[in-house]
């Protein structure tokens, strides 16, 4: 972790240590690791004495979350989607800004502009590929890790106040570092390193309770999840010649369920337990495009197929994108066809096949 250095950590320690006002941001639509690494680093910082901390997010977090959130102080939980003026006014005044799980600005979607214009001191926190450094003061990225949370604890343990001793962190902070890595690694099942393994490990003998995460995380779902869940598999799921399944929630389906930011957390996931299966989708509708979620085996890159062909892109068998309505496709009933066409292309081109 080359970033991870003495010199960047007293950096990050001297930038922290001269601000006021500190604004914590992550990337739209935020899941278990954005809040996660959010979570902890509020309470680090309040660990430290800072008193005007606060975390401002483009949209509202998913409901399994809530036992993260519910941690933190409305006062210092901004949401931009309700209160835009707000959240763009703490980071126009904030001195320093910490940016986590997200490699540039226009992944905050309203935010955007506004962390560009601010005058603050900027810091990433990011595992993503490919970070647009020039936009930040100070940068801490690496892709061979499990999450943002993953990261964020590798910078936190090196840091005077920590000094190597996991103990040492706040309990909130331990709890919602071990939340994030697991939803980031799904549970362990993908994007595990041995740093990952070391860390969970460490969490553990601070006394974090990992029964009751899981709990949180995967056993507190609304019904209307698991019958959509038996509609999808049923009904809606597509396997191609192929091997690339794909799911299509349109509005309708989604308003028929009553289904909320997050209920269809891992659903991408489930097909890739067929064995013919390399590479899954989920696409859902939202407003003026369709949002893509993509995973594949190890040996298909869901990166490069998203950067190509789904204004996307993320790691290597796991990434995202979006599709636009009318510039990509005129409308949903167009988004089968192109699944399988580009799907079909791109894993031509992955084989060196020419069509």
Do not use: W
């Not at 401002?56 to 901004?78: E, G, Q, V």
């Not at 000094?163 to 962190?169: G, I």
């Not at 509609?231 to 929630?249: N, P, Q, R, S």
């Not at 995202?320 to 009318?326: E, N, Q, S, T, V």
């Amino acid at each position: 972790m080359e970033d991870i250095n003495s010199f960047n950590i007293d950096r990050f320690e001297k930038m922290i240590d001269g601000a006021r006002r500190i604004a914590i941001v992550t990337h739209m639509k935020p899941d278990g690791d954005a809040i996660g690494s959010c979570t902890a680093l509020y309470h680090y910082l309040k660990a430290c004495g800072k008193s005007g901390v606060k975390i401002i997010l483009n949209d509202r977090h998913p409901a399994y979350l809530d036992f993260l959130a519910d941690s933190i102080p409305t006062s210092d939980l901004i949401i931009s989607a309700e209160l835009p003026q707000e959240a763009h006014i703490l980071l126009k005044d904030s001195d320093l800004i910490l940016c986590l799980d997200f490699n540039a600005f226009h992944r905050t979607d309203s935010l955007e502009q506004a962390l560009a214009e601010s005058k603050a001191d900027k810091i990433l926190i990011d595992h993503h590929l490919n970070p647009k450094r020039e936009d930040f003061d100070l940068v801490f990225s690496e892709t061979d890790i499990s999450s943002a949370s993953e990261l964020l604890y590798s910078v936190l343990i090196e840091t005077r106040r920590i000094a190597h001793d996991p103990s040492a962190l706040p309990p909130m902070s331990a709890t919602a570092l071990m939340t994030g890595m697991t939803t980031d690694t799904n549970n362990f099942a993908n994007s595990t390193f041995p740093s990952t393994l070391k860390m969970a490990s460490a969490l553990l003998t601070t006394g974090v309770d990992r029964d009751y995460i899981l709990m949180r995380l995967y056993n507190q779902y609304s019904e209307n999840r698991i019958r959509l869940m038996g509609h999808v598999l049923k009904d809606l799921m597509t396997v191609t010649d192929d091997g690339v399944a794909y799911i299509i929630l349109d509005r309708k389906t989604m308003d028929d369920y009553d289904i909320k930011e997050g209920d269809t957390e891992g659903f991408v996931n489930i097909p890739l337990s067929i064995d013919r299966v390399r590479m899954s989708f989920l696409l859902k509708e939202d407003e003026g495009k369709v949002r893509v979620s993509i995973r594949s085996k190890r040996g298909t890159s869901a990166n490069r197929c998203a950067v190509r062909y789904f204004n996307g892109g993320g790691h290597e068998n796991a990434a995202g994108g979006k599709l636009h309505i009318p510039e990509d496709i005129k409308g949903m009933e167009d988004a089968a066809e192109y699944i399988e066409t580009h799907t079909h292309i791109f894993l031509k081109e992955e084989n060196g096949d020419k069509e």
